[in-house]
């Protein structure tokens, strides 16, 4: 059955999870944070997979890609020489 309490954020954006909501976390541990429309859902990170972990990643360094576009911190170039460069990395 599932355990549900009521809390609330404060001006810093903190949410404390109640106590009895929280036993099986330890000070430390590392939570990823999921956010679907609605619900915000927090799962420990060693209970993910490497792909799990690998497709977060890939996902953070688009958003950041993204951004730097929208700032204009890009440079265009012909596709075969794009292509040449990552083949380079």
């Known amino acids: 059955m599932a355990k549900i309490d009521?809390?609330?954020?404060s001006s810093k954006g903190q949410i404390?999870?109640?106590q009895e909501l929280r036993e099986d976390f330890a000070e430390g541990d590392k939570i990823v944070v999921i956010?679907?429309?609605d619900q915000i859902i927090l799962k420990k990170a060693d209970k993910f997979d490497k792909q799990l972990k690998e497709d977060l990643d890939f996902a953070r360094r688009t958003e950041e890609a993204y951004k730097r576009y929208a700032r204009g911190n890009?440079?265009?170039?012909p596709a075969q020489d794009f292509l040449?460069?990552?083949r380079n990395l």
């Open 6 to 9: 009521i809390t609330k954020m």
């Open 16 to 18: 404390v999870i109640p």
């Open 35 to 37: 956010r679907n429309h």
């Open 74 to 77: 890009f440079k265009r170039m």
């Open 84 to 86: 040449k460069e990552i």
